[in-house]
């Protein structure tokens, strides 16, 4: 008897699905990018529509979209070419450029958020909270693509030594583009877009409003207090230093209170580099004045304003006594550095610098030691506090030592950032009316 044992056919191999596996990986991984990229380029939309807006659809009262060029079309330029490069990154360069840019997007809705909260908000400043939402996408994308790129291959150990060192890798590079590269250019950001709001309130000193204008037509806010003396001085920015304005006109001297461009009710866009144009306007307007000698003109200006002042005494000769609280050294500039850090510094410095004059369509001034010798045979008096805000104290005495005779230099004891009056009302009054009366009356 044969004993037959039944054959069972083998199932035949599923080769068909295992071809299939590599495609159906390449199909998943592409739709993943895909999405990626899409996300990425929600964000760049988004974080443009608040670009568009404040600088060729809503531009500030008295300016128009051919003044913001640069500020405009230069981060738009700069968007477009990531969105182009992104899809040809790898994964992790993908994540740093996403949070990077995100992280830098944020700032550019800090300046809505401000005037919001301020109460003086416009239609821009509510476009530009967008901005939040963008910055929110961009930072979001940035783990989600580290972690779909994460390696899941090879042992547990590889795995995690791999990953150890990923994370290094980012402890270290983190701080670098911080200052590099997202301090640099978000700070300039809100430098530039946020202002005082503040308008020049009624002092009950006989004053009138002004009007000024400048060089490139702007009506700027003002007021004026006549002069008894046929002296005048202004006082910048006027609207938040009433009680300098009031000391002066108590010693009968005329007193323009002037807004910067872009605050109080001043036209134009904040611009902290062209503060000497305004400045010059108010001397335009104070030579038209009857009750002023033209020979008797001179200006008082705190912070960033003492420092414009100190440009636009150096630029005209019609300032004939300038008195500059809280100078220090503008935004992006930098005394040498020393020391192993001191390219990373000049680094973030030099960024800082051309953002700044990207979002403010215009360049800085040479530096205040180059300009101050400029200002002699005027009168020019520092006043700083230690230790004040952009290194006045070190900046002061510098700026003191390239000034031409008449000079005069004053730390205030007690001050604090340009807060001379408050910490020495008397002998600031003393000091300051003793300045005037030398330099404008000739008095001794």
């Not at 420092?307 to 006594?321: C, G, H, K, M, N």
């Not at 030592?401 to 340009?418: L, N, Q």
Request: proline share 7%; net charge neutral.
């Amino acid at each position: 008897m044969t004993l037959e044992i039944p054959v069972v056919a083998a199932a035949p191999k599923a080769s068909a699905p295992a071809r299939a596996v590599p495609e159906e990986i390449e199909a998943r991984v592409t739709a993943v990018g895909r999405r990626e990229y899409r996300l990425f380029l929600a964000g760049i939309g988004l974080a443009t529509v608040p670009i568009i807006d404040d600088n060729f659809l809503h531009p500030a009262p008295g300016t128009s979209a051919a003044d913001h060029l640069a500020s405009g079309l230069v981060p738009l330029g700069v968007l477009a070419g990531i969105a182009v490069l992104y899809p040809r990154l790898r994964a992790g360069l993908r994540a740093a450029v996403s949070m990077t840019l995100g992280a830098i997007v944020f700032a550019v809705g800090f300046p809505g958020a401000y005037y919001i909260r301020d109460g003086s908000a416009a239609f821009d400043h509510y476009v530009a909270l967008l901005a939040f939402v963008a910055g929110a996408l961009l930072l979001a994308l940035g783990p989600v693509i580290l972690w779909r790129a994460r390696r899941v291959g090879g042992t547990r150990r590889r795995r995690y030594l791999l990953r150890s060192s990923s994370v290094a890798t980012t402890l270290v590079a983190t701080p670098l583009v911080f200052f590099l590269l997202i301090f640099p250019i978000a700070f300039p950001y809100g430098y530039v877009h946020v202002g005082n709001t503040t308008t020049i309130p009624d002092l009950g000193a006989g004053e009138q409003a002004a009007r000024v204008v400048t060089s490139d037509s702007l009506v700027l806010e003002a007021a004026y207090i006549p002069s008894k003396n046929r002296a005048a001085m202004i006082v910048y920015p006027g609207a938040t230093r009433t009680e300098h304005a009031l000391m002066l006109a108590r010693h009968g001297y005329g007193v323009l209170l002037l807004s910067p461009r872009g605050q109080g009710a001043s036209e134009g866009d904040i611009v902290r580099w062209a503060g000497d144009t305004d400045l010059l306007a108010g001397v335009a307007y104070l030579r038209t004045r009857a009750d002023v000698d033209a020979d008797r003109i001179g200006a008082i200006g705190f912070s960033i304003g003492g420092e414009q002042l100190l440009e636009a005494a150096a630029r005209s000769d019609a300032i004939a006594a300038t008195v500059s609280e809280g100078a220090g050294g503008r935004v992006g500039e930098a005394d040498g550095a020393t020391g192993p850090l001191a390219p990373l510094v000049d680094a973030s410095m030099a960024v800082m610098t051309a953002a700044t004059t990207v979002f403010q369509n215009h360049g800085p001034h040479p530096r205040i030691e180059e300009r101050i010798p400029l200002v002699a045979p005027r009168s020019v008096f520092l006043i700083y506090a230690v230790p004040g805000i952009g290194e006045e104290d070190i900046r002061q005495p510098q700026f003191y030592a390239a000034a031409g005779e008449p000079k005069a230099i004053w730390r205030v004891p007690g001050s604090e950032h340009t807060g001379g009056l408050e910490a020495q009302p008397a002998e600031y009054e003393r000091r300051v009316i003793a300045f005037l009366d030398d330099a404008l009356l000739g008095q001794r």
